[in-house]
């Protein structure tokens, strides 16, 4: 028998259950797709500010992934 009717509490020893959107990648989108727009809006063509965007974010994982590499992880 289920005692707990809502599946967003928690109990003894379990991490709660969310049903929000990650922040970080939400706000990421948001900030992806108004870089997107405002380039488009200041006349750039439509395929130049994709692939602009998308090599932009292509170079940021990768020098994300470089200083995550160059700090060792436990000290």
Do not use: C, D, H, K
């Not at 692939?51 to 990768?62: K, P, Q, Y």
Request: net charge positive.
């Amino acid at each position: 028998m289920n005692r707990n009717p809502n599946p967003a509490r928690t109990q003894r020893g379990q991490a709660p259950v969310s049903q929000l959107v990650p922040a970080v990648p939400a706000v990421m989108v948001v900030l992806v797709l108004g870089v997107f727009t405002v380039l488009v809006l200041t006349g750039m063509a439509l395929a130049t500010a994709a692939v602009t965007v998308a090599v932009g974010g292509i170079l940021g994982i990768e020098l994300v992934r470089r200083l995550m590499n160059l700090f060792p992880t436990r000290r």
